[in-house]
């Protein structure tokens, strides 16, 4: 059993940028891929971003190439998205997900977390 609480959304300005943490806590959590999901009203859930916890095949959508970064720190068990220069698009439930499966695969994931609200406004 894995268990994952995110946390550090919030309402923030066009342009400005959030961290979002996802604390993982469980059995064997280096043999989980770890992803970023979001949802957006009206919108099916899509990756964002996902890591190995060895910081290796990261993964990144097109959409958030170059703003988003995806990191972890092993020693807290702990996941994070720093997200820049946001935009109104991005808002959206984002969801901490890991999977011993494809990450790309919603179908595959084994556990998510609970969500975390981002608000862009314009």
């Known amino acids: 059993q894995v268990q994952l609480v995110e946390s550090g959304g919030g309402l923030v300005q066009a342009g400005g940028s959030l961290r979002l943490s996802c604390a993982a806590s469980?059995?064997?959590?280096?043999?989980?891929?770890m992803g970023w999901f979001r949802q957006s009203p009206g919108k099916e859930r899509e990756l964002v971003a996902a890591?190995?916890?060895?910081?290796?095949?990261?993964i990144y959508a097109d959409s958030v190439k170059g703003r988003f970064t995806i990191s972890r720190d092993n020693a807290k068990n702990t996941v994070y998205l720093q997200m820049n220069v946001l935009k109104p698009e991005d808002t959206g439930v984002y969801y901490c997900?890991?999977?011993?499966?494809?990450?790309?695969?919603?179908?595959?994931?084994?556990?998510w977390g609970q969500g975390t609200q981002v608000t862009v406004s314009s």
């Open positions: 997900a890991a999977t011993r499966g494809s990450v790309r695969d919603t179908n595959r994931i084994d556990y």
């Open positions: 469980g059995r064997a959590l280096s043999s989980y891929y």
């Open positions: 890591t190995t916890w060895s910081g290796g095949s990261l």
